[in-house]
């Protein structure tokens, strides 16, 4: 879909294990994975305050095309998941925040990509029903190579074998930085910004990857709702 841009290298000293500059196979397929999510969703998300017909084709697309890879995605999910928390040294928390930084700029690759489409169109709900269709008749699906194939399905039997391991590790992490952490907090930390929140009183009020909720604390707002999807954020109204 897109490249893997240069600051994702320095996930591979934690999904391999090793000090190098490219990706192990299991770390392309992890962000191929997540990338193909994120494109996925925020096609739908834009595509959907176009117009009804544009919604109503997003909403479909992302039915069918989840169907058929929501496997995946949540194989490679788990994948970065547990590696960053398992093979991180005595700083527990470095995993965490290396998860949020790599959500963010995978979700912000994602929303510039797509609206810089969108703001070239003469016709944005043609291109709307036009990308969608494509989704929905399963173009964009998840394939890569038979290597990013091969570690994909690697990827699905490691999550149900090591589920527990990785929730006991989590909670490890967790107690060690006295918080509980969310992967998609600088996504909120940026949203807050942009609305000129404070970015310091920014809490994760439930926290279950993909779906997370948040207090953001707001001038005009003592308290107002962030609601995550798979690292897309947005205020509640």
Excluded: H
Excluded at 73 to 84: I, M, P, T, W
Excluded at 163 to 181: L, N
Excluded at 217 to 237: H, N, Q
């Amino acid at each position: 879909m897109f490249r893997v841009f240069s600051s994702l290298v320095a996930a591979s000293v934690v999904l391999t294990g090793c000090a190098t500059n490219s990706l192990s196979p299991k770390g392309d397929a992890v962000f191929y994975a997540l990338q193909a999510d994120a494109m996925m969703n925020t096609w739908r998300y834009e595509c959907a305050a176009v117009s009804a017909r544009a919604n109503y084709a997003a909403d479909a697309a992302r039915a069918d095309w989840w169907q058929r890879n929501k496997a995946t995605v949540e194989a490679a999910d788990f994948g970065l998941a547990y590696n960053l928390v398992t093979v991180t040294d005595t700083r527990l928390d470095t995993g965490a925040r290396l998860a949020m930084s790599l959500t963010q700029e995978v979700q912000e690759r994602a929303e510039q990509t797509v609206n810089k489409k969108l703001d070239d169109a003469s016709d944005k709900e043609a291109l709307c029903l036009e990308v969608l269709g494509q989704y929905q008749a399963g173009k964009w699906d998840i394939k890569g190579s038979d290597e990013i194939q091969g570690a994909l399905w690697s990827l699905k039997a490691s999550a149900e074998r090591n589920e527990e391991r990785y929730r006991q590790r989590k909670g490890m992490v967790d107690a060690a930085a006295g918080k509980q952490y969310g992967r998609s907090l600088y996504v909120v930390e940026k949203l807050s910004d942009q609305e000129s929140c404070d970015r310091e009183e920014v809490s994760l009020i439930k926290g279950e990857w993909p779906y997370e909720i948040y207090n953001v604390a707001c001038e005009d707002k003592p308290l107002s709702i962030v609601r995550c999807e798979w690292g897309r954020c947005t205020f509640v109204e």
